[in-house]
């Protein structure tokens, strides 16, 4: 028997053990998410995702849809919400989009435009972050990373390797890898690991094909995020149901 919940008064069928986030897409229904994804298993980091359920705010990638539930997603105030959230994650990093070569085709770039932000609102922090160009085919800037632990959830679940981790706490914590030299050249992460292809942002970038895609043609000049995000959750749910 198929339970329905209400998202915006519409109404939203759901299979048991889904989430509100995994319900409203599968109902081609767009809830902005950033940490989660469909292939890993949530995070809960972004707050993004944030929906009102009988009056109190969850990350829809983590409540479980249920029967007669009335979530309220796309209202004024929770889009005022979400921006100011992402207007945060923007001045924790240093972003210098013009020139990053994951300009059209960043997740982060791509929510920016989604939620329509024009300003930094907070004051810019400027932290100090090292890079790690260190790899023969894989570049780590870490002035690009949201620490959403995307990477650390796919090297440890989809590649079988733990390559990643974060270190420390709030605005002072910061991507690791394993190795004791604190190197990317002495980890076993390559080009073609799942953790690379998805992070959201450029902070882990394939080296020497950077700037390869014309402008126009890049990801995110195609296809706006909720369109991709819904593509992307039905082309896993089809893979693995
Ligand atoms: S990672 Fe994304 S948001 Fe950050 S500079 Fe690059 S394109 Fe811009
Ligand atoms: S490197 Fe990418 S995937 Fe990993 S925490 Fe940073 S932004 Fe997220
Ligand atoms: S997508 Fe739900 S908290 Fe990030």
Not at 167 to 172: L, Q
Not at 218 to 223: G, N, T
Request: net charge neutral.
């Amino acid at each position: 028997m198929t339970h329905t919940f209400f998202l915006d008064d519409q109404e939203i069928p759901f299979r048991e053990g889904q989430s509100v986030l995994q319900a409203a897409l599968s109902a081609g229904h767009y809830i902005p998410h950033l940490c989660w994804r469909p292939q890993l298993e949530p995070h809960s980091s972004c707050r993004l995702c944030t929906v009102i359920i009988n009056g109190r705010p969850f990350s829809s990638c983590t409540q479980p849809a249920m029967k007669d539930q009335k979530v309220d997603c796309d209202t004024p105030e929770l889009q005022a919400l979400r921006k100011a959230v992402l207007q945060m994650i923007f001045v924790e990093g240093n972003h210098y989009c013009p020139s990053c070569e994951e300009s059209g085709s960043c997740r982060l770039q791509a929510m920016a435009y989604h939620l329509g932000l024009q300003d930094n609102r907070f004051p810019q922090q400027f932290p100090i972050r090292e890079r790690d160009n260190s790899h023969p085919d894989v570049n780590m800037d870490r002035d690009r990373c949201i620490r959403c632990e995307t990477c650390v959830r796919a090297s440890r679940d989809l590649d079988g390797k733990n390559v990643f981790g974060i270190h420390g706490r709030g605005i002072k914590s910061k991507l690791a890898v394993n190795a004791p030299s604190g190197l990317l050249k002495d980890t076993d992460v390559s080009a073609e690991d799942q953790a690379v292809a998805l992070c959201p942002t450029g902070c882990l970038t394939v080296k020497r094909v950077g700037f390869k895609v014309p402008i126009g043609q890049r990801i995110y000049d195609k296809e706006s995020i909720s369109a991709m995000a819904l593509k992307e959750f039905q082309a896993e749910e089809a893979a693995h149901g």
